[in-house]
């Protein structure tokens, strides 16, 4: 039963990571679609040129995950710091670091340390070009509600796979009018499971230690050290 309920933990995280990533990623501008609507390609647009222009991101967020008819219901929360390619995520109890060439996913509940490189074939890694990968399929979007969430005007943006074959039925990115910074991510699968991560707290060019991204492999000795590549 442990073993079941660690490959599920550990699947979420996964799942966790991969969101966020495709969040920052559409935030970036580094996404490209086949088909657009041209307001929502330029608010997209406007959102990626304003973030291009910080040296570096800071976000809290909460992911939640609910599928009514399977009466699940999961909400957690995490927080990523990003310069460039690099980042730090931690999310679930693990932290993953990224250099911009390897990736470190830090496990204190295995007391395991997984390290890879940023081109690997292990399906559990979130990795940047994976992102990219994840949307690069196709995509069309277009401009969807908008609504008023504590004083705030957050205009929607639909994005719907290409792919008839995906398990993914939409994804609606809010962006904050005004700041035109990413307010939250709302996935709906074909399965009736709903996910969406919230931004809680978006800081930029904040002071950050120049050894955020760097893997100290002396403060984990005794940890099992899992070199993938």
Known sequence: MKSKIHKRNK?????????????????????????SDAKAEALLDEVGSKIKTYRNISLDFKYEL???????????????????????????????????KTLY?????DEEVTISSDNTEDEGTI???KMLSFY?????????????VKGRKIQYVKLSPMDTNSEIKHVLLGIDAT????????????????????VNSFQTDQPISKTLFTFDESKYQDYFINRID
């Open 66 to 100: 609910n599928n009514v008819s399977e009466n699940i219901k999961q909400e957690t929360r995490g927080d990523v710091v990003i310069e460039g390619e690099k980042y730090k995520l931690n999310i679930l109890g693990v932290t993953r670091i990224y250099d911009g």
């Open 179 to 198: 700041t035109k910074h990413i307010y939250n991510l709302i996935e709906v699968g074909k399965n009736g499971t709903k996910t969406t991560l919230t």
């Open 136 to 148: 690069e399929e196709g995509y069309t979007f277009k401009m969807d509600i908008v609504q008023n």
């Open 127 to 129: 990795t940047p070009s």
């Open 11 to 35: 699947k979420n995280r996964n799942l966790v990571s991969k969101r966020v990533f495709i969040l920052v990623f559409l935030g970036l501008g580094m996404i490209g679609f086949a088909q």
């Open 105 to 109: 996913t830090i496990s204190p509940e």
